[in-house]
């Protein structure tokens, strides 16, 4: 086997797995590690686990079998990570999360988490739609397209998107259904909650912009205005949702980051020099209306 | 219990049995004695195989009585039957063919390790093998019974219902693929049984097998039971009249005329067909309007040939020709397409499709020959099957029954009329009277002949070799996988079997 | 008991009528629609709207449009004891395949519509044909066979798509998916024509006897001079151009085309389209009007599942209690069992 | 007498002993995976080290026990689809008795394993008594488990009881490496599986239901039972299979296991088993688990692929097994003819 200490200073090797390419935010966070990675010098083992955590795990072990310099990786989920990690610090490999924490006893068995935080995200949904309706207005009733059961975006966005509005009792969330986070599956329930609920839906709070993309043309092909009839929120920044805005279909976009390359390849770099890091490096994500649309609009790269 | 007679071993009292509204059975009585054999004798489709499965627990009866030992018993499952005693040979063969084939004659019943419990394998191959040696079967029962053609899966068949100790042993047709000498094998082990006492029912299409062994004969015609006989006191003549209810000429030899051959052209031609390991290098020639049989004993390969003939296996090396044209054979089709057609010899795999009606298996073959697009049509398929029901007196509720619920001889008329139906060029029969019952036979004998006067090439093998003598115009003997010689029509079976066993005279 | 009250000649005419393979299905699916009208009145309601008919009636035809094309498809292929579980990674080629053709971020195409949907059933074809070739010429497992495409498959139309989403804004290729011909979703008209096609091949020539011989004893096609091994070729094929089909009308449907998620899972719908439409998955038996059923009655499953408005946590439980009980309305066992309970319970009070 | 014929085609003792010509696609599969672990030492450095070995055991053993289980189904000519789903079902139901309620596993670990069995046994009623196809009942059993999974807990449960910490990081040293007790439940598996197929009434019923269900029946072997027993092993090994996954994983999810059933029918299919039923080996099916496991170690230790190239090389690798494997046992077939 080789000596890892000799090779440090000429190529250091990270090992990264994604959890898979579910989504184009999932492409553009993998093409902005790769790229950043290979600007900084820095020697990139990919492994994509389609999704599954088992896969991960798998992985993280083999990049131990192959003693990389550093292990980074977005986990599926928050938790069963912990015996993979002990192995890793035994193996004195370091371990960088990227997107969202996991669940351990011990929090030295990473050294920091890049992300952004879908709590949050969901807040920053629920709190545009406070500001966007007028004070005083009526009974607002919302459907809500959630992720895929048990994902983790899906759960903490409806639950940071619920903490805001449950404390208004104006704002009712009527009919509340899994789109998968897919185009068809979202205008497929679009389509059956504007059948069961004929216009009576005001808002449409979507967990990823794909349903929400989705559900406008169900909107538009059940005779009604989206973006008027029913005002709609929905999470990521993808470049489909800027155009919707631009077209006036979509009302606000929660901006979610994938670009996180840059600040991966830093991190990476100050453990390899032993500089300490904070425990949470936060991405930065803002959020996006109508107004801002056009002007944002060429400068998105996903 | 009715009489009390103490040998009585199962007695059955007015069995009923029907199938969608069509009485199979109708009110029929049975004893089996100890210590006797009894034979059942009926017509294709008169009813045996279907009581039989009421005696061993396959199909619940829908009326009737039955004793066992003098105990009122109704046997759910073939496991009760073999419970009560009963040990069954079914008339297809029924075992797995994955498994080995000492484990098809002992599965169910293993012998344990003392320890462990698990299976002592040793002793179950010691044990099939023991088994099969009583009939004089050497072959090595680890291999999976797949390897083997139906004759020798009938003796395991067989060899498994003798291997359990029962107080019945019931027998379906159990000779249908075996030749002469497997045969006396077989009689030699029931008449041994029959001396320790056991009760042994048996049924047969051969009279002269029947007469062999049996020592009393229950009738069926119909779903009805004819009557009772003693085997000894049951000439020929009346049984048959028994059997199909008027009188007819049987076995005479002068049934079938083989009138004489003209010299018709040569439509087929193997020279020096060869396949490792199954076939040597072998001639064989076929001219139009003869009937030319193939002797020789299980596993001479018979069979292997004729396959090489029709494309179903290629050969390593030799030349077949077809109306004096070089050919090359990749698949029945392409032979099909040369005007050959064979009827194969294993009904159950090869032959029957058991989903499909009697009306489609019929016209099957004929619309593979003509091609996907030229469609028979609905009713020229019914037509067609109408014919051929009505020529070989097939017994079926309608020609949209499926296939799997005609009784088996039945079934084999089928698959020889979906091949008289393509009206060949040549016809290769492999053993096409399988369990087709006296009258039958003597129909489809005459009707194959009349074929080949007409100019049809015929090639006949048949494990009956007076069968075989009666049609052929010539035979052509096999032994060990190649053609030892040939014998012109007529020349009597001493002749054949001296041919076959030439190698010891 | 109802031999006894009904007049004599009407009872064997609805023996027959009940016996029929595909009553039950059909009797299902009635009974699936009904119950959400129960439920929902609004369900059934059908009106005009925009010069077509709307509701949510047409949806599920719609909607279930995709699935029947690849019930269809995978029917044959089970009849002839195959199993294609690449269907889903095939529709998601020919979408990708499609939307990249015409493609762009304008309304102006890349190629010609009608190149590129040309181009995708093509390689979607091409994809059974790979399939088909597996299973025949190498005697592969047909689950293995096309167990590779299933996994590669969606990899090679990533790889087309650059792992992208492709949106397609070019207008007319939306109406494949959502257009309406004389007030009917046109996909309708797709599967229209399709079974007419279907129709006429099975019971106009011998195919329809071929597969189904080749279904029941494969053995013995062969030796009757069935051309099986081309059959079955061509069946893989035939399949894979439905799923091709649907392909088409999902991302049209959509007007994008996602390469990871279209038509997942999309492989175990069809089989159980094609099992809860009466087809044996041991071969032989097959029923594409079946299958069509089948098909609706998934659909209608999932589109109940919306209309109630269970909450998403509860679809899987709620969707399997629907799958039992349809499976085992259409089971002649257990239905003959619930009869000999009745019975058993009326003789017991008969006696009490 | 008719010796000539018959004496020719037995085979001659000796060679039948020295192999089975029946064992032979488990040898040549075998040799197959070797050939592979080879290829990929030599493309990868660090690759053909012990431990990398031992990981395919200690990372598949989950699916290692499940595809135990359902190489029984599948000889029987059946399937079992839910799988996956009675592996989610059981982490949740675990971490939920262990972290929520507090139960000490080694109470709960036997609720679960009956509760799996039971669940098979039920699908496997289902599937005998009703002539309900194995496909569907399981498919909608899948429904069910997974369903069931997610009503109980949508988030995933970790769980950190002191028993779980230790059963998830001992590792059983073996020289030149360490085996994870999982890893060791599962061979012990695999032999219980070899010793159940070959060695008793029940395993070789299964074999004869797979060759023919009526011939099974009218030799008079336990049909009925046997059908419900093997749905019912089956759920049994899912459920221990969902309990190693505790013991991996160190958290209940109910989207744990996604899809799982279709690698565990990958692997059985791939060691061998036809997928029609009546042949096939459970020794078969662990070199099938260790296979798709190889695969998978190739493509991380390859390390260069984006997403969608995994998939494809996934796909060809599978290929290129699939075909060598193949083309070996055509070859076979021809030379034993
Ligand atoms: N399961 C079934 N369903 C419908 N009809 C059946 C079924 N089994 C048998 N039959 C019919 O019952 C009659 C008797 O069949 P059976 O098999 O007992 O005849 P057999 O005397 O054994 O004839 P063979 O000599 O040809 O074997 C036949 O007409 C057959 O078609
Ligand atoms: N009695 C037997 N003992 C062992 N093997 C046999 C026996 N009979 C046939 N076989 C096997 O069958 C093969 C050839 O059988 P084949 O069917 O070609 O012969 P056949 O002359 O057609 O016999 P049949 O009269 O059964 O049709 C042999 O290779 C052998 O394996
Ligand atoms: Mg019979
Ligand atoms: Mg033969």
Redesign the pocket.
Known sequence: SRDAGSERDAAPVVGFSQIGAESEWRTANTASIKSSLAEAGIQLRFSDAQQKQENQIKALRSFIAQRVDVISFSPVVESGWETVLREAKAANIPVILTDRAVDVSDDSLYVTLIGSDFVEEGRKAGRWLLQDTPAGSGEVRIVELQGTVGSAPAIDRMEGFHEVIDKDPRFKVVRSQSGDFTRAKGKEVMEAFLKAEGSKIDVLFAHNDDMAIGAIQAIEEAGLKPGKDIRIVSIDGVRGAFKAMEAGKLNATIECNPLIGDQLADAVKAVLEKRPLPKRILVEEGVFTQDQAAAALPGRKY | MASGDADIVLQARGLCKS??GIA?LEDVDLILRAGEVHALM?Q????????IKLLTGVMRPDSGEMWVGGQAVSPSSPAQAQHLGISTVY?EVNLCPNLSVAENIVGGRYPRRRWTGAIDWNAVNAHARDVLAGLHLDIDPKRPLSDFPVAVQQMVAIARALSVSAKLLILD?PTSSLDEREVQELFAVIRRLREQGMAILFVT?FLDQMYAVSDRVTV?RN?RRVGEYSATALPHGPLVAAMVGREIAVGGRDAVQPAAVGEGATVLEAHALERRGQIAPTDLSLRAGEVLGLGGLLGSGRTELVRLMFGLDRADAGTLRIRQRDVTLKSPADAIAQGLALCPEERKTEGIVADLSVRENIALALQAKLGLRRFLGRSEQEALARRYVQLLEI???SIETPLA??????QQKVVLARWLATEPAVLILDEPTR?I?VAAKQEIMGHILRLARKGMAVLFISAEMDELVRISDRIAVMRDRRKVGELTGGCGEAAVYDLIAGADA | MTEIYSPAAVVPRFRRFVAHPLFWPLLTLILLVLGNGLVNPAFLSLHWRDGHLYGNLVDIANRAAPLILVSLGVTLVIAVRGLDISVGAVLAIAATVAAWMIGGETDATRFPMAVAITAALIAAALCGLWNGLLVVKLGMQPIVATLILMVAGRGVAQLLADGQILTVYYKPYAYFGNGFLFGLPFSLYVIAALCLLLWLALGRTALGLFIRAIGGNPVAARVAGVPARWITVGLYVFSAFCAGMAGILVSSNVSSADANNAGQLLELDAILAVTLGGTALSGGRFSLAGSVIGALIIQTLTSTIYSIGVPPQVNLVVKAALVFIVMLLQSGEFRSHVRRLLRRNEAGEGSA | MTGTARTGNSASPASSRRLDPRHLPLLVTLALFLAMAVTGGLLYPGFLTPQVFLNLLIDNAFLCVAAVGATFVILTGGIDLSVGAVIAFTTVLLAMLVQGSGWHPLAAIPVVLALGCAFGAAMGLLIQRYRLQPFVVTLAGMFLARGAATLLSVDSIGIDHPFYTTMSYVRIPLGFGGLSIGAVLALLVVAAGIWIAHATRFGRTVYAIGGSETSARLMGLPVDSTLVGVYALSGFCSALAGVIYTFYMLSGYSQHALGLELDAIAAVVIGGTVLAGGTGYVAGTLIGVLILGLIQTMIVFDGTLSSWWTRIAIGLLLFVFCVLQRLFDLRRRRIER
């Open positions: 199938f969608a199979a009926g294709n489709g008169a009813g045996k195989s279907t009581l008339q047709e299409h069926l779903g017994k079926t509720a619920l005609l009784s088996g001889g039945n369990g019952d």
